[in-house]
């Protein structure tokens, strides 16, 4: 059963594993000890959490005393009695959703803008880098153009190679081809935009723009650690220098500054990380703490589908002021020949079914019958 409050749960839930996926990137060890696999498994189970927004019976329910129930009057008021229809949960889903389409249209006109300077660029033939695409067996097209900064991949449904003109070896040439060609090859660019689109429907989220600057660095990890797992440790050292070279002129002659795109290059302040994902990682070592970790990420995600939050009702403080004793001294039943009726200390509390009169406490009152003349 999907409700409200299941729908708040995913969003909360949503929004917890991917703060614990932005704080693991940044953990300066966590990548070269377990790797991508848990970094990259709670990317997608936060994702599907958020298109699940499962209410199981048998869920866990946690009561949110002052957050939910305050929610609930503001969503309860309406602003304006003549206008009735205009309620604030229509009036949030309006604005909701014209912020989701202001943030969809934009991103439409910058790849649009995007498009049309690619199809501008001068480009240079150069049969030399046509090569060396044909010896890696590269099925991908490559555009070379003074045009563009730094090397990087472009286009959703035809995607293709940029290249700038530098002055690198045959076998330099070489990491930065297959570099790119993993990018394609990853579907890294539809994964972008499935986050630009995350991003847009939950612009209001700062969680949602936090986590979209990292889905950069995460698949430039990936794509890293996918190149050297054939390198040894001279070649590593040669794919780094590579990469340093490329961001020095990154530097030079100023970024490429594309919507959805995958590059060699990623900010000076992640390039530490990067570096210590080639040199150091190891896939076949703590292959047994990766799959307890990724275990654990499952069990939290499987548990995440028992927990709903819901609001703390509570009666009304009136209500709590006193309590009424039912005993012999302050009770007694009327019988007027059709029902019988409580009085406590002197008040008419009510009518007793007669087939309640056996049970406590009214079995130990005295019942007065009046229907006789008693």
């Known amino acids: 059963m999907i409700t409200s409050y299941s729908f708040i749960t995913s969003v909360v839930i949503f929004n917890m594993f991917l703060i614990a996926g932005y704080l693991l990137r940044r953990k300066k060890h966590f990548i070269v000890r377990y790797g991508l696999r848990a970094l990259l498994l709670v990317t997608l189970l936060a994702t599907i959490r958020l298109f699940l927004p499962l209410d199981l019976a048998a869920s866990i329910i946690i009561r949110s005393q002052r957050l939910l129930p305050v929610l609930e009057q503001i969503l ?55 090569n060396l695409m044909c010896d890696l067996d590269i099925p991908y097209s490559v555009i070379v153009s003074p045009c563009v900064h730094t090397p990087h991949v472009a286009g959703i449904f035809s995607p293709q190679i940029y290249l700038p003109q530098m002055q690198l070896s045959d076998e330099e040439w070489r990491y930065v081809l297959r570099h790119e060609a993993i990018h394609i090859q990853s579907c890294d660019l539809w994964i972008k935009l499935f986050f630009r689109i995350i991003e847009a429907a939950f612009w209001w989220n700062p969680v949602s723009h936090m986590f979209m600057r990292e889905v950069d660095t995460i698949l430039e990890l990936r794509c890293d650690a996918k190149l050297a797992r054939a390198l040894n440790d001279d070649k590593k050292i040669e794919y780094l220098d590579v990469m340093i070279k490329v961001l020095c002129q990154n530097i030079c002659q ?83 020949g059709e029902q019988y009726i409580i009085y406590i200390n002197g008040d008419n509390c009510g009518v007793v079914p007669e087939d309640e009169l056996s049970e406590m406490p009214y079995s130990s009152l005295e019942i007065i019958n009046t229907s006789n003349g008693e």
């Open 76 to 130: 309860e008021y309406r602003p304006l009695e003549q206008l009735r229809w205009l309620t604030v949960p229509r009036a949030i889903a309006g604005i909701w959703l014209a912020g989701t389409a202001i943030y969809l249209v934009r991103d439409f006109l910058l790849m649009a803008t995007d498009r049309r300077k690619r199809k501008a660029y001068i480009i240079i033939e150069d049969q030399h880098i046509k």
């Open 254 to 336: 100023g970024k490429d500054d594309r919507l959805v795109t995958a590059s060699l290059v990623s900010p000076v302040y992640d390039l530490k990380q990067r570096f210590e994902m080639v040199m150091y990682y190891d896939r076949n070592s703590h292959q047994l703490s990766r799959h307890l970790l990724c275990a654990c990420i499952v069990l939290v995600f499987v548990l995440s589908f028992f927990v709903v939050i819901q609001p703390a009702y509570f009666p009304p403080a009136e209500d709590l002021d006193y309590v009424i004793d039912v005993t012999e001294d302050t009770s007694f039943i009327l019988y007027d």
